[in-house]
């Protein structure tokens, strides 16, 4: 059983930095692909980041693209999501999910993990507060 656990969340000016981790314990982390996702109040989940299992392919969505980098160290068990220049709307609560991917998965484009459904794991999630 795989656990993920997010950290790094706070308080940070918009224009600022943070950098999210995500550790995983119980399984072979170079097997899991994995996303990042945020949730704000009153609002469903949303994809933000994913990244292969090798870190190879990365993918985004449209409104953190040139801001956020997400990036992995297989032998530390993390994923990171560095986040330069945080916006208010930027303000959530930022979950980490992963899959395990074999076989044909493992040649997978990372835009084909932008899907929550496709996702077993997922960790408790950490807030992430951008002020103006």
């Known amino acids: 059983q795989v656990q993920l656990v997010e950290s790094g969340g706070g308080l940070v000016q918009a224009g600022g930095s943070l950098r999210l981790s995500c550790a995983a314990s119980g399984g072979t982390f170079s097997n899991f692909a994995v996303g990042w996702f945020r949730q704000a109040p009153g609002k469903e989940r949303d994809f933000v980041a994913s990244?292969?299992?090798?870190?190879?392919?990365?993918n985004y969505v449209d409104s953190v693209k040139g801001r956020f980098t997400i990036s992995r160290d297989n032998a530390k068990n993390t994923v990171y999501l560095s986040m330069n220049n945080p916006q208010p709307e930027d303000t959530a609560v930022y979950y980490c999910a992963a899959r395990a991917v074999y076989g044909w998965r493992r040649y997978a484009d990372a835009r084909d993990y932008a899907d929550a459904r496709e996702y077993d794991y997922w960790g408790q999630g950490t807030q992430v507060t951008v002020s103006s």
């Open positions: 990244i292969s299992w090798s870190g190879g392919s990365v």
